[in-house]
């Protein structure tokens, strides 16, 4: 998956334009009782970052701020406020209601529960 720089075009006319941005890389895990995403979004804050559920869309937007030297003057940049955006569509198997979010050193980190009808349980099997 490329970490390129995308745009989005608007989906009706009267939609402002999308801004260019930064997919960031997500790793994306899963146990009996949880779906895990770790995002890397370097330099971002948490005052930056924004995480929402719309609909059945889970949508991170943030934006890193990056800070040269005072006394020198940026003549080629790459990494000067990228803006990230990633969206992923959930699962009806997991509960939105309960996501957990940890940012620390530029790496996010969000918990999804799965929902309970959706874990996996045991059936006791009677003899008679």
Known sequence: ??????????STPEARPEQPHVVP????????ASITLVADLPGVAREQLQVRVDGDNLVLEATAATAGPADMQLVY????????????????ELDASRIEAQLRDGVLRLTIPKAEEAKPRRIQVQVG
């Open 1 to 10: 998956m490329s970490n390129a720089v995308q745009t989005s075009s608007p």
């Open 77 to 92: 940049g790459e990494a000067q406020i990228p803006t990230y955006r990633r969206q992923f569509t959930l699962s009806r």
């Open 25 to 32: 890389p997500v790793d994306v895990f899963e146990n009996d």
